[in-house]
């Protein structure tokens, strides 16, 4: 930058350069890593992050052309997906990494989970890791709707009658989110703003806290690790995630050409199809329903998210009381052998 | 207290296996899932008896592919299973006990079990002549020439669309939409009414291939999708018209039918042509039936230009009659005076002089010029199919006109031996003749100058109009359509072309002819070769 141009934007920009650049690299590249940290384990975190970002760039792109209204939604996806020029690598990348975005965060939850990396004083960062959960699924949920086909029409209409077994404010909710009795357009411009406005930008929100956080407190040690040993962030760990990064991108491209997402049937309200189900990340909680009552089965998952968003708690209060039950370890394994078999029956059944 | 309760080791294998069998599980599930949304693969709710039926006969192996059509069908969408169709009650004519169970099953399901649901189309379809098995009446006299066992699989397989049930429904809903997918899509597919409608005796298939329609729909075929509904007074979705379109589809003016028949104006598969009075209380005259047909043509045509192209073929059928008058006169003729004989046992005869008969040349030529070559020339006319009105149609009528007339004269009939020995070139018409001025798809300058007719006989288009007239005036023709002929008559010189004059044009062409004739005078009918025949004159 020649000399007076650099004068000029200085004075109308006056900030201290060379203390700006040190700061920002010692936050961004010099961040000490424990050593434990050189294992890909420890990509998991930054995997839905890199997910978002493909997500972002991919959903921008699809709303140049996608028109949410109900006589125009289905054709506008079969337009992106069929005619316009790569729309069909740009859904089905969408598509595939909201698929592997729930994967990465389960996997990480996994890895946090099991590392006890939750606990004090990290609770309210494993509480902002649920609620990030709980946000990612509901863009899932309402990204799905945005299809318009059958399958999507009446998993709307299936998951969101659920709301209405909320005491006491369900059936206001249900309403408030269908603008209607059924799922119709009203239903679809809502979930459409809250796809593509509310919910990205309270994910980021979230994602920033959530990396704030662990830059406060500093990466958690694993328990029963001595090396005290730590490394800069720069350049190892950047380069892994950049790997990641390449690899995620081949791979959901690879992912979206030869399993490219389908469009379906056009929704019919009036047609309820055999079997209705909800995408496959709900498999679980849609399969025990079947087997409970829906009051049971809406007071279980109630208790089962109390439970989840509240256990560094739980975890310390039991630990506490029973200091030698590894109660993380049966809990956490009876949770995912329970959601990997039901989410595998609701397939192999129907 | 750490290294106890969570060591290192423990941590490492326990994220490790889960990582790893929640990646491989999850990836393998959505992509399962990914893959049912590329092929929207109905998922089939099988319950209660039917669970019963279709696991135990794909245990057994038995129509195993008959339940996987059913699982793509939209009644297996609707949850319209095996015992819907197939449960008989004790004494049905078609019950037997399921050998496996206590099921009382229909082995077959008739029309009655179908107008459970579809009782509209069954009834359509009832009133249809597609349920008339008309090829029963004389058929003691083809059963003396086709044994019975051949005809199973024959004539009888066919018109098994119009079955005569036990239980008194008439027809097989199955001949159009196979069992058990019972699709519309083949339904529509012209190949599925090709199944009958092919052949000698009725090639509408080949006709409808060599139509414009038919070639426009071989290259888009891929592209269709015939699995629509054309129920609800909705524009015809496809940009070609299949068989069914014209006969039984609905578009914005005309509801769907199932009863083919209600849009056909002619009996034109009959030894002679005559307009329709099937069912004339419910469907109303000819006229009333024509206008359905017409009414879905304007969907792609002008209205003058159906006008045209209808009359055209409708002048076609009434010709037909009069060179049928000609060849069934002379067979009659021959019969009565005992110069052909009939098949005769016990006081019975077994062929008829103007509708079967088999072992004499005459009796065959008549029975062809209608049965074979006079519906090829009236369908090929009625359907677009040039080839057909022309080298497989009037050429061979005209064939069995003369080989009629050289047949009888070998017999001695006195009139034949005058028409073979006579050198009069009008000779060949030896019936009245109709015509219309021009054709429906422009003007032809040159095309009309040509015919002998035109120039021989200076009141030809006086004799046409008379008989043309007289067509309408005996109820064959409205009046539309007679104004429409009269039209064209008055202003004949425009419609022939005769009083436009591009000789300079054609002169190019014939120009060009006659160079090619000289070349081939040259290099092929004079060219000697040098070395000599190996047999000599």
């Known amino acids: 930058m020649s000399g007076k141009v650099k004068e000029w934007l200085m004075k109308r920009v006056p900030f201290n350069q060379e203390k700006t650049s040190k700061a920002m690299s010692k936050i961004f590249l010099e961040e000490p890593i424990p050593k434990q940290m050189k294992n890909w384990y420890y990509a998991l975190g930054a995997t839905p992050l890199i997910l978002f970002g493909f997500m972002v760039v991919t959903g921008i792109l699809l709303t140049f052309y996608y028109i949410p209204s109900s006589d125009k939604a289905y054709d506008s996806v079969r337009y992106i997906t069929e005619e316009v020029s790569m729309g069909h690598w740009i859904r089905g990348i969408h598509r595939w990494a909201s698929n592997l975005m729930v994967i990465a965060i389960i996997l990480h939850m996994v890895r946090v989970f099991f590392t006890r990396g939750y606990r004090k004083p990290r609770e309210l960062n494993w509480i902002v890791g649920i609620l990030m959960l709980g946000v990612t699924l509901t863009l899932c949920f309402t990204g799905y709707s945005m299809v318009y086909n059958q399958l999507s029409y009446w998993a709307t209409t299936v998951g969101t009658n659920m709301i209405k077994e909320i005491p006491l404010v369900g059936t206001t909710i249900l309403g408030f989110l269908r603008g209607g009795e059924e799922v119709s357009s009203n239903t679809l411009t809502r979930f459409f703003n809250l ?19 662990i830059r406060m407190h500093g990466v958690s040690k694993l328990e029963g690790y001595e090396n005290e040993e730590t490394y800069s ?38 047609t309820t199809p055999a079997h209705v189900k909800p995408e496959w990340y709900f498999f679980a909680v849609y399969s025990i329903l079947k087997f409970i009552p829906l009051k049971a089965g809406i007071f279980l998952m ?49 | 207290m750490s290294e106890n309760n969570n060591s290192l080791a423990t941590q490492k294998l326990i994220v490790g296996i889960f990582s790893i069998l929640l990646l491989i599980i999850l990836i393998i599930v959505a992509a399962v899932e990914m893959k049912q949304t590329m092929v929207p693969e109905l998922i089939v709710d099988i319950s209660g008896e039917n669970k019963n039926c279709v696991s135990c006969h794909i245990e057994k192996g ?68 597609h349920a008339h098995q008309f090829w029963l009446i004389k058929n003691t006299d083809r059963s003396v020439f086709e044994n019975p066992i051949s005809t199973r699989h024959g004539c009888e397989q066919c018109h098994n669309i119009g079955n005569l049930w036990p239980d008194g429904s008439v027809g097989e809903c199955d001949a159009c939409h196979p069992k058990h997918s019972f699709s519309k899509a083949v339904a529509r597919q012209p190949e599925t009414c090709g199944e009958c409608h092919i052949g000698p005796d009725h090639p509408q298939i080949e006709i409808y291939l060599e139509s414009k329609h038919g070639n426009i729909f071989r ?31 609905g578009n914005e003016t005309q509801p769907m039918t199932h009863n083919v028949s209600a849009r056909l104006a002619w009996e034109s598969q009959a030894a002679w042509s005559f307009r329709t009075v099937w069912l004339e209380e419910s469907l109303g005259n000819w006229e009333m039936k024509r206008s359905r047909m017409e009414s879905i043509c304007k969907s792609c045509h002008a209205p003058d230009f159906i006008q045209t192209y209808l009359l055209t073929a409708d002048l076609i059928n009434l010709q037909y009659n009069e060179i049928r008058r000609i060849i069934v006169g002379m067979n009659k003729k021959l019969t009565e005076k005992g110069m052909v004989s009939r098949l005769e046992k016990d006081g019975k005869f077994y062929s008829d002089p103007v509708l079967t008969g088999w072992d004499e040349e005459s009796e065959y030529l008549m029975y062809h010029a209608w049965h074979h070559e006079g519906r090829r020339f009236r369908f090929g006319a009625e359907m677009m199919g040039a080839d057909y009105t022309q080298w497989h149609g009037i050429w061979e009528v005209q064939d ?16 034949a031996k005058k028409w073979v020995q006579s050198n009069d070139p009008i000779k060949f018409a030896p019936y009245a003749l109709y015509d219309i001025p021009g054709n429906s798809w422009g003007i032809n300058v040159l095309s009309n100058t040509f015919p002998y007719v035109y120039n021989a006989y200076p009141d030809y288009w006086e004799r046409i109009k008379a008989n043309v007239k007289a067509a309408y005036e005996n109820g064959l023709l409205s009046e539309a359509q007679w104004l429409s002929w009269s039209k064209r008559y008055e202003n004949k010189e425009h419609y022939l072309g005769t009083k436009y004059n591009v000789d300079s044009v054609y002169k190019i062409y014939t120009d060009r002819d006659n160079l090619d004739t000289k070349s081939m005078n040259k290099k092929a009918v004079e060219l000697k070769l040098p070395g000599k025949p190996f047999w000599s004159w």
């Open chain 2, 219 to 249: 290259s888009q075929e891929k592209k269709l999708d015939l699995n629509y509904s054309s129920k609800d007074g909705k524009p015809i979705p496809i940009d070609v018209p299949v068989c069914t379109t014209c006969h039984m589809d």
């Open chain 1, 233 to 270: 962030f720069y350049p190892e760990h950047f380069y892994h995630t950049i790997i990641v990064t390449l690899f995620l991108l081949t791979f959901i491209s690879a992912l979206a050409v030869i399993l490219p997402p389908g469009l379906g049937e056009p929704a019919d309200p009036n």
């Open chain 1, 302 to 350: 109630i208790a089962f998210v109390i439970i989840a968003t509240f256990w560094p708690f739980i975890d310390d209060m039991l630990r506490k009381k029973w200091p030698k039950l590894k109660a993380h370890y049966m809990i956490g394994s009876l949770t995912i052998v329970l959601f990997l078999f039901f989410t595998v029956y609701e397939i192999i059944v129907y």
């Open chain 1, 195 to 213: 796809h593509i406005g509310f919910l990205p930008t309270l994910l980021f929100i979230l994602i920033v806290i959530h990396i704030v956080f």
């Open chain 2, 400 to 415: 069995d006109m003369v080989n009629m007339f050289k047949f009888a004269a070998e017999r001695g009939d006195p009139e």
């Open chain 2, 62 to 129: 038995i129509a195993v592919k008959s339940i996987d059509l059913w699982k793509k069908s939209l009644h297996a969408e609707m949850s319209i299973s095996c015992v819907d169709c197939h449960t008989a009650k004790e004494g049905d004519f078609d019950a037997f006990f399921c050998p496996e169970s206590d099921f009382l099953v229909a082995r077959h399901p008739t029309p009655k079990d179908c107008a459970e649901c579809h009782e509209q189309q069954v009834n359509e379809f009832a009133d249809s002549k």
